[in-house]
């Protein structure tokens, strides 16, 4: 018997092997969650069939989460081979490239941040009305979602996608509020850097790399099967007391200020 044994987990944001949807996606399957998937485009799709046939599922529907239609879409199919969903993972974060490259003030644009806000924070409350739309949310049900610690201290070139993320944490503590009377839960992951197709966006993210390392406490990165284990327990019937919060997978580098200084 698994961790998630008997439960049924909706992952959007599988977009290679190095994502970290993907690492919580075989922590799931390990632990013996029954798995289900979004892709975001037909770009995607085959990729993401491949990944769920190794989980043992055919259950793929696509989704751009900046569609309502789409979401509420996703949904309406599941609702046809599942009665309900016991997780949501939301791991989906974007901002335009060119707004993750130089100074704050002078690359941010009004679309940009409003992109970056509606992709990254908004898509993960849709998903949740959606759902309870559909009467697939019931008692016990746990959302999950991804953030980084740039929602709370500037770190170079993450710009905009700090603010956005900022907003998703913001989102976990109402939406936790607002569903717990249902015995929802919502909680989110706040993980170190990891070299994902998403961060390759941001510029100089191998000098993170280097930096959270050698600044962290256990002095080295994480990797995407260790926010997958984070992420069972916090979907699990182990945390059931546990919604609101913010749990760090960083190699404890969120606690560090200046950190050792080199004699």
């Given at each position: 018997?698994g961790?998630?044994s008997?439960?049924?987990a909706?992952?959007i944001?599988?977009?290679?092997?190095h994502?970290?949807?993907?690492?919580i996606?075989e922590?799931?399957h390990?632990?013996?969650?029954?798995?289900?998937?979004?892709?975001?485009?037909?770009?995607?799709q085959?990729?993401?069939?491949k990944?769920?046939?190794?989980?043992?599922?055919?259950?793929?529907f696509?989704?751009?989460?900046?569609?309502?239609?789409?979401?509420?879409e996703?949904?309406?199919s599941?609702?046809?081979?599942?009665?309900?969903?016991d997780i949501?993972v939301?791991a989906?974060g974007?901002a335009?490239?060119?707004?993750?490259?130089?100074?704050?003030?002078?690359?941010?644009t009004?679309?940009?941040?409003a992109?970056a806000?509606?992709i990254?924070?908004?898509?993960f409350?849709?998903?949740?009305?959606?759902?309870?739309?559909h009467n697939?949310?019931k008692?016990?049900a746990s959302?999950?979602?991804?953030t980084y610690?740039?929602?709370e201290?500037?770190?170079q070139?993450?710009?905009?996608?700090?603010?956005?993320?900022a907003?998703?944490?913001?989102?976990?503590r109402?939406?936790?509020?607002a569903?717990?009377?249902?015995?929802?839960?919502v909680n989110?992951?706040s993980?170190?850097?990891?070299?994902?197709l998403a961060?390759?966006?941001?510029?100089?993210?191998?000098?993170?790399?280097?930096?959270n390392?050698?600044?962290?406490?256990?002095?080295?990165?994480?990797t995407t099967?260790?926010?997958?284990?984070?992420a069972?327990f916090?979907?699990?019937?182990?945390?059931?007391g546990?919604?609101?919060?913010?749990?760090?997978v960083?190699g404890?580098?969120?606690?560090?200020?200046?950190?050792?200084?080199?004699?």
């Open positions: 018997m961790l998630l008997g439960k049924r909706l992952i944001g599988v977009a290679s092997k994502s970290i949807a993907h690492g996606a922590v799931f390990k632990q013996g969650a029954e798995l289900a998937f979004t892709y975001q485009n037909e770009k995607l085959s990729r993401v069939e990944f769920a046939a190794g989980w043992d599922s055919t259950l793929t696509p989704c751009d989460v900046a569609s309502d239609e789409q979401i509420d996703v949904f309406r599941l609702g046809k081979h599942w009665d309900n969903v949501i939301h989906v974007y335009p490239a060119n707004e993750l490259d130089g100074n704050y003030v002078d690359v941010t009004r679309e940009g941040f992109i806000h509606d990254s924070s908004y898509s409350v849709a998903l949740a009305k959606a759902a309870r739309q697939m949310l008692e016990n959302l999950l979602t991804l610690l740039g929602a201290k500037v770190l070139n993450y710009n905009v996608m700090g603010l956005a993320k907003s998703l944490e913001a989102n976990v109402y939406m936790a509020a569903l717990g009377r249902d015995g929802i839960r989110g992951i993980a170190g850097p990891i070299k994902t961060a390759s966006g941001i510029k100089s993210f191998r000098r993170m790399l280097a930096e390392a050698r600044r962290a406490p256990l002095r080295r990165n994480v099967e260790e926010v997958g284990n984070a069972s916090l979907a699990s019937d182990m945390a059931s546990v919604t609101g919060e913010i749990m760090y960083d404890g580098f969120n606690i560090t200020g200046m950190g050792e200084l080199e004699d």
